[in-house]
């Protein structure tokens, strides 16, 4: 996924609304109907919510009926895990390297 397909994922996911979407549709797929029930907005603003999720490449859709289903795109979200994966696997790898050098300066102080 290229960088400004990722960043538009990931500014999709800073509004709150959008966020119980997700987590909404992480548990089952659901129409906007099924979606809006229970949440604080109104129906013609989840379906705002979910073509901005759509755009973002996080959701996908089916033509059920007269209804749509959405889904998570497990591209859009796999493509999120794999970038968040980088960064904690080099923040990881530094913080391997700074231990170490920590451990490193202790075991030279305490051999002086």
Not at 37 to 48: L, W
Request: hydrophobic share 40%; aromatic share 6%.
């Amino acid at each position: 996924m290229a960088y400004d397909n990722l960043a538009r994922s990931f500014a999709a996911l800073g509004d709150p609304n959008r966020q119980r979407i997700v987590a909404r549709l992480a548990e089952a797929p659901a129409s906007v109907q099924q979606l809006a029930d229970g949440m604080p907005i109104s129906r013609p603003a989840v379906s705002q919510h979910l073509k901005a999720l759509k755009d973002a490449g996080l959701v996908e859709d089916q033509a059920v009926g007269t209804r749509r289903i959405y889904r998570l795109d497990p591209r859009g979200i796999g493509a999120m895990r794999d970038a968040l994966d980088a960064h904690w696997k080099a923040a990881l790898t530094d913080f391997q390297r700074f231990a170490d050098r920590m451990a490193d300066e202790k075991e030279r102080k305490d051999r002086e």
